[in-house]
């Protein structure tokens, strides 16, 4: 009798046990659902579910107690741009980067192989090393190889230039900034933001496995995306090689391939009350080495405090003449900006950097010069202009000057060698205050789209003016037929808008040299900012320019380094 009382008990209990079970996890669901919904209400994010790992990467080490796999390097990605391969390195900690001597360009072929010296090696950050190598050839895929024992390294995807999302960056209000090529929208217009999407993860060619957000606004190569609060609560998913990339996705077509990653927060998100230096200059330029000591020294001494310098591919070991210039105390910082025909994507990236630290930010090339005629100096340029409130940039117009007669390249530098010009003011140029500028970052390389109740003014020639060594001589100009550097400008050597104010007058799309090329372009001698110069650098007994002193024995110097190794203080990553 005892026994049955037992077991009947024990029936009791279990029925019991699997009815409180049931209700505790229909209450769960209830819960997680209410939770989920409210999220979505409360952040208007459309979410679908995302692969996170909240795990620690298990040891490597075997059962069996082998010793644990060192990790190898690898090549995270490969972009095929139109005359050269990047080759982005993926490298484990600890380890020492590569330079060019230690590696090969090696192009496959299903049934040979060859090799070939890279171009170069740019940067010294394990997160951001880039090798370019030579296009490869029809039919041949590129990698690396280690020449010291003839190892390749393992290669990640390719990706052609032609469509990708190639850059990103965290802005102070916690949308992400993100650059793409391939978009096609037209110039300085906001394009339609229902027709696009943003999209986060590690794996875009699994969806189901993506954040995706709202396009706040888009325009020419640039979309503003609402940041996922998961990517900005948590650091470890924006550092290195394994941070979180971001696409966009256009709706009805797919996503784009992308490298991107929206990497740590790339500007302050509190803007200081008061800014470091009062002006500063952002360029994109691409082997103007020889020409950097000059722009640079004339510019500090009228009164630009630093420097923000993006360099589009150059092999003439332009980190050795940075290296000069910031061991001689001047503020300048090297960005590596891979990317073609991007100049006003990299101004707008260039701004955003720079408008922590800089009141008013020039826009300007290596071979234009600021010059103040008047006896006004640039502090008090901008001093005037700071006390209008609406003023949120100065357009400054240019001359254009010719090669002056001369068939070498002036020993005394562009500033005192070339004395003629053209007699009209061709275009203009911008500085702009960064805070002034509208958040769709829209910018024709010349000019910026300004907030809301600021507005430009063009400054007086007589105050302020830009010299333009635009038409120097042949062996410099003819350079230009390379490539153009803005998305909306024609290379030289298409017939695309042969009339455009961008190419030289009378010159075809061949770079052969004029007979009467030391003549042209010249209408008006004007020695003002040559006699300036001299009387500012020059020494009287010699007539030696600064810029000129070291010359011979930086170039001796550039000879006998070892090509392909960097210095790293004066590089800032764009990634």
Known sequence: MKD????????????????????????CVLFTGFTFSTFHLLF???????????????????????????????????????DQALLFLNYPPSTRL?????????????????????????????DSQIVRCPLHPRGFTVSLALKSDGKNITAGPTHSWDSLVYEAMIDRDNTTIVFVKGLNLRAEKISNSSKFECVYGWDFTRPRYLLRTNVVSIAQEIVRCKTPLSVLSSPRRMIGNNSVKVSI???????????????????????????????????????????????????????????????????????????????ANYNITMHIWPWIKTQEAGFAHCALRARDFCEWVGFIDVDEFLYLPSTLGLHDVLQNQSRYGYVGEMRTSCY?????????????????????????????????????????????????HLRHGFEYVNVDKGVLIINHYKYQVWEVFKEKFYRRVATYVADWQNDQNAGSKDRAPGLGTKAVEPQDWSTRFCEVYDTGLRDEVL??????????????????EHEQHLRTRTKGKHKGFFYDYVR
Request: charged letters at 25%; hydrophobic letters at 35%.
């Open 535 to 552: 009387r500012i650098f020059a020494k009287p007994e010699y007539q030696i320019l600064p810029w000129q002193e070291e010359q011979e």
């Open 400 to 448: 254009s000057f010719g090669p002056s007669g001369l068939t070498r390249v002036p020993p005394q530098g562009v500033t005192v060698g070339y004395t003629c010009r053209v007699g009209v003011v061709e275009r203009h140029k911008s500085i702009v205050r960064p805070e002034a500028l509208n958040s769709t970052l829209i910018n024709v390389v010349h000019h910026f």
């Open 249 to 327: 996705r256009v709706k009805g077509r797919g996503i784009f391939h992308s490298i991107a990653r929206a990497g740590l927060r790339s500007v302050r998100p509190d803007p200081p009350v008061r800014k470091e230096f009062e002006m500063c200059v952002c360029t994109m330029l691409r082997n103007q080495a020889r020409f950097l000591k000059e722009w640079v020294m004339y510019h500090a001494a009228i009164g630009v405090q630093r420097w923000f310098i993006y360099d589009n591919n150059s092999d003439d070991n332009i980190d050795e003449v940075l290296e000069w210039l910031s061991n």
């Open 44 to 82: 208007g994010e459309k979410y679908q579910p995302v692969l996170v790992f909240r795990w620690q990467a298990p040891s490597r080490e075997s059962i069996s107690g082998e010793a644990p796999v060192t990790p190898s390097i690898s090549i995270r990605e490969t972009v095929l741009l139109p």
């Open 4 to 27: 049955r009382g037992k077991k009947q008990r024990d029936v009791v209990s279990w029925s019991g046990f699997f009815w409180c079970t049931l209700i505790v996890v229909f209450s």
């Open 98 to 126: 590569f330079t060019k001597e230690d590696l090969d360009c090696v192009y496959f072929s299903a049934n040979s192989s060859l090799k070939q010296e890279p171009l170069y090696v740019d940067g010294d950050d394990r």
